[in-house]
Every structure is written in structure tokens, then in C-alpha cells.
Nanobody, 126 residues
Framework: EVQLVESGGGLVQAGGSLRLSCAASGVSLDDYGIGWFRQAPGKGREGAECISIMIDGFTSVADSVKGRFTISGDNAEGTVYLEMSSLKPEDTAVYYC??????????????????WGQGTQVTVSS
């Protein structure tokens, strides 16, 4: 059974930092790319904003978080991290990680991901 479990969310003041973790089981990060998404209130999960991807050693972050968020991973541990700094109130969302088979290449489209975690809430107060 494939499971992705996010953790590390919480309440933080603007300007603060958080580190989210995505622990994968039932899939190998050697075979799957990981995307981090965030869902603002009122939007569906698959339509969530993709903010960072990691696949085959390639990493990228969206312009909206560039310079503030960093993705990294430990394939041996099966965990992908999202380091978030200089947080802003508009970063408030439910954050999800999702897995996509590497043979399909990278994607910023949530509809193209195979597996999703349950999400973790990040709230940034002003």
C-alpha cells in the first residue's frame, strides 16, 4: 500500500520558518518524483498550486516561493522535505505532497500525480 504522510505544519508568525516532511512508504523515491502542493480555501486538491518538485535529482520551486522555499530529499529514508522561510500570511494553506512515477517525467499539474498525502495545515499570522 502506498502512503505519503506529511508533517511539520503549524501556526507561525509572518517572517518565521517551518520544515515540512513527506514520508513515503510503499513507493521508492528512486522510482517516483515528488511534488509539494498547497491548497487555498475553496479550491480542490488536484487544482492546488504546485510549489515545488523533485525528480531524478532535479529540483525546482515556483516563482511564488522562489528564494524562500527549498525542496530536498533523502531517498534512502524515503522522505522529502520542504524548508519554508520568510513566511507570509498568503502562504497559509493546506500543504500536500504527491508522487508521480518518474517514467512520466516532471509535472506541475496535480491531476498528473498518482498518490497524495492527507495534507498538513500551515497558518501564517500577520
Amino acid at each position: 500500500e502506498v502512503q505519503l504522510v506529511e508533517s511539520g505544519g503549524g501556526l507561525v508568525q509572518a517572517g518565521g520558518s517551518l520544515r515540512l516532511s513527506c514520508a513515503a512508504s510503499g513507493v521508492s523515491l528512486d522510482d517516483y518524483g515528488i511534488g509539494w502542493f498547497r491548497q487555498a480555501p475553496g479550491k480542490g486538491r488536484e487544482g492546488a498550486e504546485c510549489i515545488s518538485i523533485m525528480i531524478d535529482g532535479f529540483t525546482s520551486v515556483a516563482d511564488s516561493v522562489k528564494g524562500r522555499f527549498t525542496i530536498s530529499g533523502d531517498n534512502a529514508e524515503g522522505t522529502v522535505y520542504l524548508e519554508m522561510s520568510s513566511l507570509k500570511p498568503e502562504d497559509t494553506a493546506v500543504y500536500y505532497c504527491a508522487a508521480r512515477w518518474r517514467g512520466y517525467g516532471s509535472s506541475w499539474d496535480g491531476y498528473e500525480y498518482d498518490y497524495w498525502g492527507q495534507g498538513t495545515q500551515v497558518t501564517v499570522s500577520s
